[in-house]
């Protein structure tokens, strides 16, 4: 009976694993547009804007850098809340 409790416990498990990997996958992805978006439009931007070469760089830099800024905050956060029901709410929240 316990061998089965645990058989069962470890089926969820791993199915668990994948839907939260699938999860990162799919925000993998939607955050992969935004990051290839603006570098065809650069010549575009800096020419209607007026901008200096500093400045396109740092416009083109500015998505890392906040994902790179935000990504430690957000991941003591998640790590509190131990499940995948976070990234299923931050990607409906993303649009």
Do not use: Y
């Amino acid at each position: 009976m316990e061998k089965k409790r645990e058989k069962d416990h470890a089926k969820r498990h791993s199915w668990h694993q994948v839907f939260t990997l699938g999860l990162i996958v799919i925000v993998g992805i939607n955050l992969r547009t935004a990051l290839l978006a603006v570098p065809p439009l650069i010549p575009l931007l800096s020419h209607d804007l007026h901008l200096s070469n500093t400045e396109t760089g740092l416009l083109t830099s500015l998505p890392t850098l906040v994902m790179g800024v935000i990504s430690l905050p957000i991941g003591l956060l998640v790590g509190k809340w131990e499940d995948a029901s976070w990234l299923l709410v931050a990607s409906c929240c993303w649009h």
